[in-house]
Structures are given as structure tokens and as C-alpha cells.
């Protein structure tokens, strides 16, 4: 068991530079299985989540390789259509896999997928609009027998005729295929990162025009979509959240770099923020952080335009705060912005909208003397001077890291178990907050070592 050690109570300063993007490497690299030959991934993160897709990757018949932060991807050699392993239900962004590979091979198998246990995190906005261009869902409760999503009724002599022989060997999860995929119009009832990202995935590829009405407005989705245009799509983004995608035979292999990661930025910037010091962030996207920065603001903290920050006085509490879909609040910036406002001077709320279970970290933060009180979807923060350091234990990937920037900040020792969530999006956590002066440092369970 790994932990995360640290001694807090200490400003930061110095110079961090922001890794790629988590949540843009996972699309991209998944886009990478849409047409032959070697893309090449500059920029890329190297934490669990991007092994794990390669991990895939590679079942399916890619050859990928790593040099650095560079991925290399080729698809070349992909003759599977199942990803039934243990990294596809370890990763909630596996279901991408469903799009990519409906688009590449005309069907596709899949484990439901995992990821951090932040809510109920349905897929139904993604069924719903992969149908609507031509793709039948089956679902398989046991390796053998498909069911006919649509009809309830057991036919597995229907499977077998519908599938390659290779995934009628399968377990159970995710049955499709699409014998004609085919471009239509699709309107979200509410906008869905994956589900925008999964038919664009599986739309690049169909035959004819497809519309997206209500679509994620999140920068890695854009992403994806500047990523397979230079690999030769054509996907236009229209006013409104509104994308249209016009199908493409072939893509043709591409070098692209990826963005900054801006949640990566938000947490260090609330980190920050909570001990008190003065950061230069080397690659800060600016611009994407509108809205964490205009909180910011008001609690006293100043970002320049070359990605310095400094706290002016005592931090200040930030009133409400709200979470939603880009641009709005970043709902993964949630609970490093509680842990930030237990330090600052007053009252201040955060209403959750995206997931239903993302106050568990109060709960850790409240064992190092935070006052927070949640009822429902709020929580309460009453700011006080001092946190106290504790043994806390990480309840998810971004609640791992406000964990870390609270035990930052606080008085005493910290321990915070639970590492590997932090690991699957912070490439190296120790490395980023020891290069601005903190004492932390990660220890194996079996590890002598004493401070
Ligand atoms: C992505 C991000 C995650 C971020 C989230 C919201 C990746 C790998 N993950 O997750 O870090 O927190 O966006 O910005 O990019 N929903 C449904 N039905 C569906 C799909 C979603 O009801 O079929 C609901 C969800 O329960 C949630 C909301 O829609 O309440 C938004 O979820 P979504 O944007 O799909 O999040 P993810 O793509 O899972």
C-alpha cells in the first residue's frame, strides 16, 4: 500500500510546469484506432489511466510505444473487436472504445466500465445516440448467452450470427454492432463529455451528415475534434453546442501535442492558494480556467498573465460557488476548492450539480478540523485559520488531491492513503509540490523510513 506523506504548514514557491491533459490524452489515443498508421502523442501524461489505454490499445492489435511523454500509436494491425480485461473496467473512459471501435470495425465488446466512484455515471446518453446511427446493443449477463437489448428476449443463435466468432467468447458487458453506421441527428438532453465523445468517435467514419445538438463544450472535446480534423475529418463545430460531422472513408496517421491539463492547474492553483506563497506556472491554460480564476479573485488571489500567483492578505471565502458543464465550475475542481476555502476567512458554499458523490472528502477534511456541513447537494465551509494535520485516506482521484492541498497547508503531519487514485491522474505528485518547497514524499507501506 502506498501513501502520501507530508508535513505541512509551509508556502510554496518556486516554478511547476503543468503536465498534458488526462482527459485529452484518453480520446485522443482511443481516436488513434480510427485508420492505419503510426500517430504520434506529444505531450503525453504518464500516469495509470493513459497505460491502461494503451494496455487496450494493444489487445485490439495496435503496436504503441512510449519514449518520454511521447506515445506512438499504430493501428495498422487491429483484428479485435472485445476489450474484456481488467484495465477496461478499471477506467471509466473505456466506454470510448465503444464509438472507436463501431467505427473501425462495425462492432464492438466491452466490460461496463469503471472509473472513480463518483455518482451513478450512466451511459444511457451514449446508447441512446450510438443507435440512432445504426448500432444494435446486446447485453450479456454470462460468456455464451446474448440478449437482445430491445426485446428482453434470450437469442443467442442471433448473436452468433450478428457477431465475429471471437466475441461470442466474451463475458459479460457491452454487445454492438452496426452493419451500416450511419450519420443522423442527435440531440443530448444534457450535454455528456462522453456521450459527445463517443459519437463523435463513431461518426467520423459513418456514411453521410451527422448532427449534434446540446454537445460537451469541454476543451478535450474540442480537442478530439482538432485532433481527427488534421487526421483528415471533417467535424465543424456551429454556435450553440451544436457539432456537425460530415463521415470520412479514411483518416491518415498524424503527430499532434497535446494541452496543458487544466484540472491538473486548477488543483495546484488551489493548492497554492491554501498554503500562501508565490507560484510560476509554466504551460498555464489560462483561458480555459476562466471560471476557477474569477473565484480566485474573490478570495483574494491574483493570477498574471505569465501563470504567477500570489495570495494577497488572508485568503477570502468565495461566497457560492456552483458546479456545471464547461464553462462553467469544473465539478472535478470541487473538492480542491473546498479543501482551499476551509482555510479562508468566512462562510462560503459549493452546490454540486454534475456528480452526486462528490463530498466524501469533506468527510477526510473534517479529521483535519475543517468545519463543513453538507446537506444534499451543498456543503457549507466555514473558513478558519488553521487545519490540523491527520491520517486521511483518499476517497477518489480529484478528493485525493484536494486531500493533498489541505494537508499542505496544515499544521503538523499528514498521511494520506489512497496513492494510487492520486496516480491515476497526477503523473508525479511528490516531484511537482517538492519542486515548490514542501516536504512530501510517498512511502511503501513495508518502507523503514522515518522523517
Ligand atoms: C468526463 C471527465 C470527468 C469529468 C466529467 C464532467 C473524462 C475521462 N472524464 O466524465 O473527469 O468530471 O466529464 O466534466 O473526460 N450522464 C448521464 N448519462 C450518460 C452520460 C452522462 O446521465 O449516458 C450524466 C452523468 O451522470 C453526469 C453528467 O451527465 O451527471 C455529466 O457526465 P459526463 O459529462 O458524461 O462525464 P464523463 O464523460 O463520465
Redesign the pocket.
Known sequence: MRYLEIAGKKPLCGEVTIQGSK?AA?PVLTACLLGDGPCVIENCPQIQDVEDTCALLRLLGCKTSRMGHTVSVDASGVEFSAIFCEEAERI??SVLFLGALLGRMGEAALPYPGGCAI????????LEALKKLGVHFFESLDTGTLRKERAGETVPEIAAEAFTKDLQLCGAGIYANAPHLHGACIQFP??????TENTILAAVLADGETLIENA?L?P?TEELCRFLNLRGADIQRERGGRIRIFGKKTLRPVRYRLDADRIVAGSYLLAGAACGGSVRFRNLPMEQLASLLAVLSRMGVTVTQDGSMQVQGDLLAAGDVVTA?YPGF???LQSPLLAALCLAQGESRICET??ENRFRTAEELRKMGASITVEGSCAKIQGRAMLQGADVCAPDLRGGAALVAAALAASGRSRIQGYDYIARGYEDICRDFQSLGAEIRLTDSGDKKVW
Open positions: 482527459n484518453l471509466r473512459s455518482g451513478s455515471r450512466p451511459i444511457d446518453l451514449h444534457q450535454p455528456s463529455v462522453g456521450a460537451a469541454e478535450e458543464p469544473p465539478t472535478d454534475v456528480f
